[in-house]
C-alpha cells in the first residue's frame, strides 16, 4: 500500500524557517517524481514544487522560487521542503505528493495527508 | 504560466443528476490535463489523467474528455458521495496550475 506520511509544519513567525517531511513506502520511491501542493485555508489548490526520481532536477512556482528548497533522500525514502522568509501568505496545509508519468503526462495520485503551516506573529 | 478557467464555481444539484464541470487553457495543453477531487478536509484524489484516462478504483459514472484548449469533466448519474469539490490542472508545463474549482452542493 503506498503511504506518504507528513511530518513538521507549525506555527511561525514571518520571516522564519520551516521544514515540512514526507516518509515515502509502498513504493519504489527512487522511481518516482515527487511533488509539493498547498492550500491555504478555504481556497483552492497551488501546485508548489517538484523534483525528480535523482533529486538533479528541480522545479517551483514563482511565488516561492528562491525562498523553498525541495530535497528528497533515495536511501532512506524521504521528501523534503525548506521553507525559508516565510510570509503570511504562505500560511496552508501543505501536501506531499507523488508523480507519475504516462507518456509525457504527468499526474498525482498518491498525496499525504497534509501539514498545517501558518505564518503570523 | 497557464491559467485555468473552471466552471462553473459552484453548482447546485440532485443526486441522479447528470454533471459536466468545464476547464478551459489559456493555451494548448494538447491532453495533460488532470481532474481531482477533493471532500472537505480531505486531501484530494485522483479521477481522471491525460484528459480521459478513469484513475483504477474510480467509479464508471465519471469521465473526461477534451483536449487542446477545452476539457470535461462529466458525472453520468450523480450519487451522494459525489458532493465535493472538483479541481482541474494542467500538466503540460509548470507551474502545473490548478483551476479555481467547482463545488457541488445538494440542491
Known amino acids: 500500500e503506498v503511504q506518504l506520511v507528513q511530518s513538521g509544519g507549525g506555527l511561525v513567525q514571518p520571516g522564519g524557517s520551516l521544514r515540512v517531511s514526507c516518509a515515502a513506502s509502498?513504493?519504489?520511491?527512487?522511481?518516482?517524481?515527487m511533488h509539493w501542493v498547498r492550500q491555504a485555508p478555504g481556497k483552492g489548490l497551488v501546485w508548489v514544487s517538484r523534483i525528480n526520481p535523482d533529486g538533479n532536477t528541480v522545479g517551483y512556482a514563482d511565488s516561492v522560487k528562491g525562498r523553498f528548497t525541495i530535497s528528497r533522500d533515495n536511501a532512506k525514502n524521504t521528501l523534503d521542503l525548506q521553507m525559508n522568509s516565510l510570509r503570511a501568505e504562505d500560511t496552508a496545509v501543505y501536501y506531499c505528493?507523488?508523480?507519475?508519468?504516462?507518456?509525457?503526462?504527468?499526474?498525482?495520485?498518491?498525496w499525504g495527508q497534509g501539514t498545517l503551516v501558518v505564518v503570523s506573529s | 504560466d497557464i491559467q485555468m478557467t473552471q466552471s462553473p464555481p459552484s453548482l447546485s444539484v440532485s443526486v441522479g443528476d447528470r454533471v459536466t464541470i468545464t476547464c478551459r487553457a489559456s493555451?494548448?495543453?494538447?491532453?495533460?490535463l488532470n481532474w481531482y477531487q477533493q471532500k472537505s478536509g480531505r486531501a484530494p484524489n485522483l479521477l481522471i489523467y491525460a484528459a480521459s484516462n478513469l484513475q483504477g478504483g474510480v467509479p464508471s459514472r465519471f469521465s473526461g474528455s477534451g483536449s487542446r484548449t477545452d476539457f470535461t469533466l462529466t458525472i453520468s448519474s450523480l450519487q451522494p458521495e459525489d458532493f465535493a469539490t472538483y479541481y482541474c490542472q494542467q500538466s503540460f508545463s509548470i507551474p502545473y496550475t490548478f483551476g479555481q474549482g467547482t463545488r457541488l452542493e445538494i440542491k
Open positions: 509502498g513504493f519504489i520511491f527512487p522511481r518516482d517524481w
Open positions: 493555451q494548448t495543453i494538447n491532453s495533460h
Open positions: 505528493v507523488r508523480g507519475q508519468l504516462v507518456g509525457t503526462v504527468m499526474f498525482n495520485d498518491y
